[in-house]
């Protein structure tokens, strides 16, 4: 028993450290590619889910080391290409191809009630919740940043909320009277105007004076606009 246990020892201190029996299927490729995905990608790995890695050109080739070159800045959802190099005793052996598919999943704004053209949403009309999306920029996290604006094309029931189907509201119009504070460190001065162009809450505006001057300022509630000094 001594002796095969010997025997045993021996041939495993023998093998490589890198065998083609640990390295040489598209198992550990496939591994990689899923590893080098959730951690190069801008999302959150407990928001992704990669699935369906498939291999081009790989024709069970033995290597030591596989590396996976992510392109950089990508931000893709939904099917990706990325590089898979494959390496034996440190030296480049094969590059080839995989693809796989990228699922993210996000708390996001979703209408709880039809929303009208023209309408300005209320805090009633929306929730959130966690759901798949095809382009995480496009959507709303927070229910604040949703209230208040208004709807540019009709949104069905539980149809997420995104940035191109809102606008802010407009609370000062052109050719609106409008009262101008004019602030500085010295001295806060009100006055009168006439906008020059439609704002919403925080935009920059231009605002023609009772002299004639036309001067920029923020739209800091309906009908008023806040210059600085």
């Known amino acids: 028993m001594k002796i095969i246990r010997i025997a045993f020892i021996l041939l495993t201190l ?9 390295f040489g299927d598209d198992g550990c490729i496939k591994a990689e590619v899923k590893r080098a995905l959730t951690t190069g ?10 699935s369906e890695i498939q291999l081009s050109g790989y024709n069970d080739e033995e290597f030591d080391k596989v590396e996976i070159r992510v392109p950089e800045g990508m931000k893709n959802i ?10 034996s005793k440190s030296k480049e052996v094969k590059t080839l191809w995989a693809t796989a598919r990228i699922r993210v999943f996000k708390e ?9 053209a023209n309408t300005k949403i209320a805090k009633s ?14 959507s709303f996290p927070s229910m604040g940043d949703v209230e208040g604006m208004v709807v540019k094309r009709p949104i ?26 004019l602030d500085s460190e010295r001295f ?16 920059v505006v231009a ?18 606009i806040t210059v600085g000094f």
Request: hydrophobic share 40%; net charge positive.
């Open 188 to 203: 806060h001065v009100k006055s009168a105007g006439v906008a020059s162009e439609d704002g919403a809450s925080g935009s």
């Open 156 to 181: 069905p029931a539980g149809s997420v909320v995104k940035k191109d189907y809102v606008k802010p509201e407009v609370v000062v119009k052109r050719g609106e009277r409008v009262v101008l504070n």
């Open 41 to 50: 990608s801008p999302w959150e790995a407990g928001d992704m889910d990669v």
């Open 78 to 87: 939904g099917k990706v290409s990325v590089q898979a190099v494959l390496f």
């Open 14 to 22: 023998s093998l490589p450290l890198f065998s083609g029996v640990v």
């Open 207 to 224: 605002v023609r004076t009772s002299s004639g001057k036309e001067i920029t300022g923020k739209v800091s509630g309906p009908g008023v």
């Open 108 to 116: 996001v704004v979703v209408a709880l009630n039809p929303l009208k």
């Open 125 to 138: 009309d929306i929730k959130i919740i966690r759901t798949e999306v095809n382009d995480a920029r496009d």
